[in-house]
């Protein structure tokens, strides 16, 4: 087991789903999985509980099938994830076409919830499952002179119809510093509760950076690439002011609205907006990366 990251979100605090948080269940399952060594090592600081699978599948941010929230879970079922194949090019010792599987192959696939925060100040509580980003990367093999890993979603409009029209510079693009790429807490999603990750939330295969502002968390991924310079985004070229290429969490800084605070989705008493963290509370973890840089700065 990788070690080197941790979660103050708790399994204990989880808001039961029906047909899932049977919790010896899950053991068994994750277990399988190879995840059940995970979960001791969440600490049980905070009863921040994770959203439901509907609220997780329904209200989405996936412009390649339309700007509304309920676009990406009206028309993703369009996308065919199988077969899938992610190009990895640049600067790695074994580039190449992988197909998922390959892809997967000696992936040690982890439960991990994380915090999602976006920039247009939402936020939810995820359970995901996946694998490190650092681990295939090291089994792809990089090499010296990489700074920089970019990733590439599907360009396919006769399955996306929002890739008809021009929202952004499509495919959509993004990019990390390979230091924040090899993080432990950078993840390569590919489910969530335990389940396949739905279309609309990025399958077959997505990034979660939690303390990065959703944007930097890209969907359907088919290339990666590392390279020497800092890549071109898709939301950093539409409006570099608002979206910088780093993009961390950041209460004390506006990107393209004031970012102090946050609207949990989910409803109830969670419905009151509450103070956004720095670093998405990722900070004690991550804020090291950035020694030097100027954080009162928007990046
Ligand atoms: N390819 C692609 N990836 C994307 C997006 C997108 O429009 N296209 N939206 C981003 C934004 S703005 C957010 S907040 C998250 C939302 O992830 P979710 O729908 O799984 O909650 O995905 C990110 N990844
Ligand atoms: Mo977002």
């Known amino acids: 087991m990788?070690?080197?990251?941790?979660?103050?979100?708790?399994?204990?605090?989880?808001?039961?789903?029906a047909d899932f948080w049977d919790r010896r269940k899950f053991m068994t399952a994750a277990a399988g999985l190879g995840v059940a060594a995970a979960m001791p090592r969440m600490a049980q600081a905070q009863a921040l509980k994770p959203n439901s699978w509907k609220d997780i599948t329904s209200y989405n941010n996936f412009y390649e099938f339309g700007t509304g929230k309920g676009d990406p879970a009206a028309y993703a079922h369009q996308l065919t994830t199988s077969p899938w194949s992610v190009e990895i090019d640049g600067l790695v010792e074994n580039p190449g076409t992988y197909s998922l599987a390959d892809v997967?192959?000696?992936?040690?696939?982890?439960?991990?919830?994380?915090?999602?925060?976006?920039?247009?100040?939402?936020?939810?509580?995820?359970?995901?499952?996946?694998?490190?980003?650092?681990?295939?990367?090291?089994?792809?093999?990089?090499?010296?002179?990489?700074k920089y890993v970019s990733f590439e979603t599907l360009l396919r409009?006769?399955?996306?119809?929002?890739?008809?029209?021009?929202?952004?510079?499509?495919?959509?693009?993004?990019?990390?510093?390979?230091?924040?790429?090899?993080?432990?807490?950078?993840?390569?999603?590919?489910?969530?509760?335990?389940?396949?990750?739905?279309?609309?939330?990025?399958?077959?295969?997505?990034?979660?950076?939690?303390w990065k502002y959703g944007f930097k968390s890209i969907k359907s991924i088919v290339k990666i690439s590392l390279t020497r310079r800092q890549p071109r985004t898709s939301w950093n070229d539409y409006n570099p002011r608002a979206f910088g290429f780093y993009s961390n969490v950041n209460p004390e800084v506006a990107?393209?609205?004031?970012?102090?605070?946050?609207?949990?989705?989910g409803g109830g008493v969670f419905a009151k907006r509450i103070p956004t963290l720095k670093f998405n509370g990722y900070g004690d973890q991550v804020a090291s990366l950035y020694q030097g840089m100027d954080l009162s700065k928007f990046y």
Not at 184 to 191: I, R, S
């Open 2 to 17: 990788a070690g080197g990251w941790k979660n103050d979100l708790s399994w204990a605090d989880v808001t039961p789903e």
């Open 157 to 210: 409009p006769e399955e996306m119809p929002g890739q008809k029209g021009k929202v952004l510079d499509w495919p959509y693009r993004e990019g990390l510093r390979l230091d924040e790429a090899m993080h432990p807490l950078t993840l390569m999603a590919t489910g969530i509760y335990g389940r396949d990750l739905p279309n609309q939330n990025g399958a077959p295969l997505r990034l979660v950076v939690p």
């Open 255 to 265: 990107a393209f609205t004031n970012q102090s605070s946050e609207r949990p989705i």
């Open 104 to 146: 997967l192959d000696g992936m040690e696939i982890e439960d991990r919830i994380y915090r999602l925060r976006c920039v247009e100040t939402w936020s939810m509580v995820v359970p995901w499952n996946g694998f490190e980003l650092r681990d295939l990367l090291k089994k792809v093999g990089v090499k010296p002179g990489a």
